[in-house]
């Protein structure tokens, strides 16, 4: 069979969706993965993003890639994604999304003219693959790499600062209406596009009528209990498996606190300096990713006992760690939850403010604010100590860790999709 992988350029929307593609290519199946990008490589250095990079990692691993010249109105409005929080950075993040909608369905309609594939899978918010799927009755499977969006009382819903169960019925159905707006409008851009009418959800519940995936354990998610049954928990892409299993950085018998800020969020120099100026006298090892902010990083003058890189392979690194200090990306969260690592959260915006509640529900880490450091820098220094010294929190992650033992998401994704395609042809002969 022939699949195509559609997904947007973004490091965490690709992750789950590569290791997959990897396990169908593996399989001798038919892949091709496609993504928005850019081929100019003058342009591509001046941008200098990961997202325009992507490509090189699919070649690298030899999956069939295909770039989608990018919408120009959708690469503009994206550049301001990172000046959002809270629930206005998921608003606007749903209208980048949403964005090249007719440029993209375009685009690939040209390209299945000449290769239609059999079935495709997709990042959930690449939304040209429900309008083309649609016209052209395509199977199409739904990947969830990030925080549900789905609506479910009590469960906080994405990019709202609230805990489980802390919102009154009243206060959810308010923001309940304001979701169906978004996803009211979306969905009517999309018909146009497709020039028919679509018949599911582009937001509020799992947008395939055929499988959703959700890449991650259910144990690790808020207990969910209206999910049809279409859809499957796999766990996530991370693999325990690491063949280089020499130490990034000694410890040297001393506890490793390793922060990071993602791909996106990692120009937050101020945030940074003020982390590491408020831990350093610590006795740990302290371990810096700084991304966009090692320029300025590299420049201070910190302890002996921090280290500042550009980046660092993160899942190594991981499997020496004691504590995570992390935007709460759900690749981070996913990597950490799968390792056993607690963590300290400083959520963004968006689905971080999900993933920190979602942690500190767990019980396997706690989110702070910059606030909270600006008030003290003992803040910072006593939830460190505090998770380090926790029974509990330790014995928790540690719990979490076992259930992800033996879990290969994207074999398990695999094998489902192939039995529900198998079980569709058959079906289909009768």
Known sequence: MKYAFLANASVGHTNFMISLAQKFIEKGENVVFYLPGVKNKLIRKLLDSPSLFIDEKLNKLKIPCKILKVSISQFLLSSKIKTKRGLKEVIFALKVFAKGGKHYTAVLEKEFNQNMPDCIIYDYTFFSAISISEKYKIPRIAVYHSGLPFVEYPIPPVGIKAKYNSLSLNEYNTIYKGFKQIDVSIKADYQKIANQKINTDFLLSPNSNFLNIISTIKEAEYPRTKLPDNVFFVGSGVSKKIKDRSNFIEKKGKKLIYISFGTVFNNRSDLFIKI??????????????AGGSYNKLSKCSFNDNVHIEK???QQKVLQNTDLFITHGGKNSINEALNIGVPMILFPFG????????????LGVGIRITEKEINKTTDRLGSLIEHILTNNDIQSKSRYLSELHENKEGSLTAYKIINDKLSREHEASLI
Not at 276 to 289: H, Q
Not at 350 to 361: F, K, M, S, T, V
């Open 350 to 361: 968006g689905e971080q403010e999900y993933n920190a509640n979602l942690i500190e529900y």
């Open 276 to 289: 590491i100026k408020s831990i350093e006298i610590t006795d740990a090892i302290i371990l810096v990713s």
């Open 311 to 313: 980046f660092v392979p």
